[in-house]
């Protein structure tokens, strides 16, 4: 971590009795920097006031938000910005306070250390055993309640898989530990619904929409394990990464790569990054 | 808070990259303390060793758990201990540090400032709408994800009402908020499975072990909703409350109390809380 501020000033801790740290009650948004700009912040700022909102957590001004992270992204350069709202110290209990006040946190990071060759070529990826439980009111928000997420990335250790797929209790696949999943098939770009579990990802909403614009069949779907095998291309999306083509699913190899070059391009053209 | 300390040492807060802040990833305690004393501290003790396990959680020695709160009761008198275990510090992302160094905060309060008359002459519940999701891996563990809880939670402000009985999807009833649910039927004494949503509870555990002792029918198993308006008495346990007879439920009332009578006054025999 190169820097921490919490309600705007620069700190190294938190109180101890602030609901985050004890139930997991708040949200967060991971913001990627380049050249010292946040991308696509008004889309972050945008889901986690959905957030904010699905919690009853008192509203933060977006202008403020903004702002605090724009001279972050000035301070950091090249990296992540992480951007936390817990709902704030309180006393025991799950009853939110009446009158909470939240708190907001902003750490900076250096960039991911991940290798070039999983943007410009592709990542090996796998199937998680663990399974996304359904809950309607928390599915699509970044929530920090992110246990099933530890338990699915813990299952391997092989450092040239770059991440799981993990299907929920009706055997839908919804996303990986960190990403969101695109899959096209013939003419259709498809990505799993979020709204029994999964995160609606900024990057998700980026390529949805490029995808749109670009006059490409767009569906937001249930999405069965066996699709991922008759599929042409496999891709993940987040801040960080932008988009990764999957080279190979449990030693199925795609090598298709059209539909992931477009898109690419397109978010490259949007000021996102670009796997050139 | 009465005072608080992380690692054995008087602390305020706790470091910001702290995965318990970021993830939820940890695990809580909530022990009673009458007269100086942790009540069922061995239970508590055997819980959280289960959740650390299942967390794959560098494991706590149990003498200095033990010796910790033992002396924190010291110091309290009469209230609750909050004994918490997170993953401790780490940087950015899912995957859990090779080599975590879990941290260890214990919180002491005043006592609940409740009715004496909830415990001497039960309680008013109601149903909540939020549904408790499905998810083997982390049920009956005392986690630190505990947003379901906060949703259910924040259905109701009527003070009148203690507490709020949850469902998960399939529509079989599973706890309240913040206690177990015992159902009483005949002659049977049921109380919901914990293995797809919801906390085993230590005051869960006790009772059990008190009915099975006294030779009662005891059954752990899937209670559906209508089972609750048959019933006879309904009954909720936490480790802090110890036993609530439902006095009302949205509308129902339930003047039988003699197996609540009954296993209230063999909690108090083996040194839990008494009505009386």
Redesign the interface.
């Known amino acids: ?1 190169r820097f ?1 501020l ?1 309600d705007g000033t620069p ?8 609901r ?6 708040g949200l ?1 948004e ?1 913001i990627a920097v380049r050249a010292a700009r946040p991308e696509f912040l008004s889309y972050h700022v945008e889901r986690l006031a959905r957030g904010i909102e699905a ?2 957590i008192p509203p933060q001004h977006p202008d403020v938000l903004e702002r605090e992270v724009a001279t972050a992204a000035t301070k950091l350069g090249e990296g ?1 910005l ?1 951007l ?1 709202v ?1 709902r704030g110290s309180a ?6 306070p009446q009158h909470a006040r939240p708190r907001r ?1 902003l ?1 900076g ?1 250096e960039p ?1 250390s991940l290798p070039p060759s999983w943007l410009s070529e592709g990542v090996r990826v796998r199937m998680c055993s ?2 996304l ?3 309607p ?2 599915a699509g928000l970044k ?12 299952e391997w250790q092989d450092p040239t898989i770059a991440e799981g797929l993990m299907m929920d ?1 009706a055997d839908n696949v919804i996303c990986a ?2 990403a969101n999943l695109f899959v096209v098939r013939g003419r259709e770009l498809a990505t799993p619904r979020v709204d029994r ?1 999964g995160v609606a990802g900024v990057m998700r909403r980026v390529v949805l929409e490029l995808a749109v614009r670009d006059g490409l069949t767009v569906a937001e779907r249930t999405v069965q394990r066996s699709e991922l095998l008759d599929a042409s291309e496999l891709m993940l999306s987040n801040s960080v990464i932008g988009l990764w083509r999957v080279r190979e699913l449990e030693g199925r190899m795609f090598s298709d790569e059209a539909m992931w070059r477009r898109l690419s391009t397109a978010i490259a053209a949007c000021g996102g990054r670009s796997p050139e």
Chains 1, 2 share one sequence.
């Not at 700190?11 to 602030?18: E, K, L, M, Q, Y």
């Not at 985050?20 to 009650?25: I, K, N, R, S, T």
Request: proline residues 2%; hydrophobic residues 40%.
């Open positions: 971590m921490a919490v700190a190294t801790s938190i109180p101890i009795d602030d985050a740290l004890h139930y997991g009650d967060f991971t919690l009853a992540t992480k936390i817990t006393e025991r209990g799950y009853r939110a946190l750490l990071y991911a663990t399974r439980g359904h809950q009111r928390l929530h920090l309640n992110r246990l099933e997420q530890i338990l699915a990335r813990s209790e530990t960190s579990a």
